[in-house]
């Protein structure tokens, strides 16, 4: 609270801010322009489009590192810090690592948002680096009418046991740790078509750590994994179709979602990033007649700190079984 008065962060975004991010075509474009590197220490570069990138040190362990900040989607500046938090800390856990050190990126207008609100959204993210154990050592700060925030994170793992999008292996089952329907919930939140109810269920799942699910997938031996973020469930099983040639039967009546979503899709809370997301994947994605448009919807929607998508021959707990890996060539095949 500020002065007595909520100040409304989401409306400080100015229109479409939220869903001006680069498509993955023009992101692939953008990159294709950088200088070509040679340098075996890379065990996972941005070829593959992994969550982040491992670098190898002497002595036999590996560097993880990554980026993430993005414009307010919840007014309350302590949990925006602790969903962006969240997030960023998550593409750490989706290439099997620990975070070890964090660097904050605070975009903002001190005329537009005083002190007050930034140390509450600092203090959101202080407290769920503290609960990953990591350690804040710094950061940049620069000044914006629109407000940003997020982190860059540096991590640790094992080189012989680093999951990436090139290890999916035909038979693998897919295991999701999260539900699905952030970007359909917050959407829903802008607009006040969602209920306190619904808020407080996607936010409590967007701060929600996936440490704990990484962990489970070391004791299963998981190879393959990646974090469900802004291109979408079937946007980032996409990527591991391509990195590794395979196909995917992903069953629609099985993804796990909150509990609003059928009805925020019907009250057209849906985005234009999640039409992105489908243009991105549609040489490779199918559907199979039959299966209801907000179940599509659901496949296509833009995550915020969502959870790992596990490539695994075990079950894994507390997971969803949502598909499977079905074959070579690069390919997905959603059933109802």
Known sequence: MIEGKMLRLT???????????????????????????????VLVGFETSDDAGVYLLPGGVALVQTMDFFTPIVDDPYRYGAIAATNALSDV??????????????LFD????????????????????????????????????????GLSVTGLVDPERVFSNRNAEVGDQIWLTKPLGTGIVTTGMKFDD????????AIRWMTTLNKGAKDSALLAGVRCATDVT???????????????????????????????????VEAKCTTGAAVRNREAVSDLLSYE???????????????????????????IPGATWIGEVTG????IRVSQ
């Open 328 to 331: 070579t060539g690069a390919g």
């Open 110 to 149: 001190p005329e537009v948002a005083p002190p007050a609100v930034w140390a509450e959204v600092f203090r959101g993210m202080g407290e769920k680096v503290s609960e990953a154990g990591a350690t804040t050592v710094g950061g940049h700060s620069v000044v914006d009418k629109e407000p940003k925030f």
């Open 289 to 315: 007649e039959g299966v209801p448009e907000w179940l599509i919807q659901l496949t296509i929607d833009p995550q915020t700190s969502g959870g790992l998508a596990l490539f695994s021959r075990q079950e």
């Open 230 to 264: 802004g291109f979408s469930l079937v946007g980032h099983l996409g990527n591991i179709c391509r990195a590794s040639d395979v196909s995917i039967r992903l069953v629609a009546s099985a993804l796990p979602h909150f509990s609003s979503v059928e009805r925020l």
């Open 11 to 41: 409306h400080l975004v100015a229109k479409g801010g939220c869903a001006s991010k680069l498509a993955q075509a023009q992101l692939k474009e953008v990159l294709s322009a950088l200088p070509v590197q040679k340098d075996p220490n």
């Open 93 to 106: 856990y989706a290439m099997g690592g620990e975070p070890i050190t964090v660097m904050n990126i605070a």
């Open 194 to 201: 969602a209920t306190e109810e619904d808020a407080a269920e």
